[in-house]
């Protein structure tokens, strides 16, 4: 153990950079309720009172940067000493780089010298961010709309601009980009939104104690994937694929390709197969068959069937992107589900452009029975 200041000094450490060696915090002169003072303490420099008001509360990832807050915000640095900013701004972060400072009044980018606001959420209603991300791009937080005494966590981008994360959830930290967001009342994720905290770390492999009342986190690592509570600390190994809903597509007679594309949650690299009525698509016959996106090409009836793509990561395999396809009715040629005149007027559209899909017979030519072989068709009905 080693004491940052004298052994009968009183005080609190309130922040360290990423390696420990430079701690902020606040101590005491006196006996409490005397007024605090903040300090630094770094592994060359020792013990260092900052000439400055309350309490040190963060510091960059170098440690070169110290945030602080009494009577309003303020920000030291060994070289440059201490910038005061005006008693409504109080910070309560600094990103990792070191270049940004946020807090109730806004956001200060250090580099430029600039301060800036954010967008409220709703009328008559204050900001109240706590965090930003590694690289200073993302904030979270909360806003509060007065008027009517509603709460919603908040996530918001360097323009300022908000994203409402819902109620029932306190955004409190988040990883280096800010696609994974924890708080009281579960984890946010980026593509999937508020989840509550158990069940979540269930799905990905964690051993959650039965009865385990995991109601949300304080802190998430910056790679995303270790959580903190107030008395437990759990690591997610791997992001597993999450499943999609199905979908469904029709092909109509003028399409001479069909192409569908899933969009997978979790953690890659990835592995892609797609698979038709169950059975895998040879990638020597169609290359798309192992990427995220499949393309069908060729003849229309050999288009139907019941698609689906087996995805894979280092962690776990799932099936997802079920799409079932159907072939829509031979006259449908403007693919809105009814046999009706207006389908004559695109079929003859075609024909006179001499477009192929005018080919109605399939007999490689477009020509006069085509024209007759559609009228049959579509008088015949689907």
Not at 152 to 174: E, K, S
Not at 273 to 280: C, E, K, S
Request: net charge negative.
């Amino acid at each position: 153990m080693e004491y940052l200041g004298a052994p009968t000094v009183l005080g609190e450490a309130l922040g360290a950079n990423f390696d420990g060696s430079v701690v902020v915090g606040r101590f005491y002169n006196c006996q409490p309720p005397c007024n605090p003072s903040p300090f630094r303490w770094s592994a060359t420099a020792g013990f260092e009172v900052i000439p400055a008001f309350a309490q040190a509360i963060g510091v960059s990832a170098t440690g070169d940067i110290t945030l602080g807050n009494g009577n309003g915000g303020w920000i030291y640095s060994p070289a440059a000493g201490v910038t005061h900013f005006p008693g409504n701004l109080s910070f309560e972060a600094i990103s990792a780089d070191g270049l940004t400072a946020v807090g109730m009044g806004g956001y200060y980018r250090i580099n430029e010298g600039s301060l800036h606001n954010f967008q409220p959420l709703w009328p008559c209603s204050f900001n109240a961010p706590v965090a930003v991300s590694a690289d200073g791009q993302v904030f979270v937080g909360i806003a509060v709309q007065t008027c009517i005494g509603r709460t919603h966590a908040v996530r918001w981008n360097l323009a300022g601009q908000p994203t409402d994360l819902g109620g029932g959830f306190t955004a409190i930290d988040l990883n280096h980009d800010g696609s994974v967001i924890v708080g009281e009342g579960g984890v946010w994720l980026d593509q999937q939104g508020p989840i509550p905290l158990a069940p979540w770390l269930k799905l990905q492999g964690v051993d959650v104690p039965p009865g385990a009342m995991l109601h949300g986190a304080i802190a998430v690592s910056d790679d995303g994937r270790t959580f903190l509570g107030e008395s437990w600390l759990a690591t997610v190994p791997c992001f597993r694929v999450i499943t999609a809903p199905p979908t469904a597509s029709r092909v109509c007679n003028q399409m001479s390709s069909l192409s569908m594309t899933i969009g997978v949650v979790g953690e890659g690299p990835f592995s892609y197969q797609w698979t038709r009525n169950g059975v895998p698509i040879e990638a020597a016959a169609n290359p798309t068959a192992l990427t995220p996106t499949l393309t069908i090409s060729g003849q229309r009836s050999l288009m139907a069937g019941d698609y689906a793509c087996i995805v894979a990561n280092a962690c776990s395999i799932a099936t997802v992107g079920r799409n079932t396809v159907e072939l829509a009715c031979p006259t449908d040629v403007n693919c809105n589900g009814t046999n009706d005149i207006n389908n004559i007027f695109e079929f003859l559209n075609s024909w006179f452009a001499s477009s192929t899909a005018a080919d109605f017979d399939s007999s490689g030519t477009v020509n006069f029975n085509d024209i007759f072989s559609f009228l049959n068709a579509w008088f015949a009905g689907c």
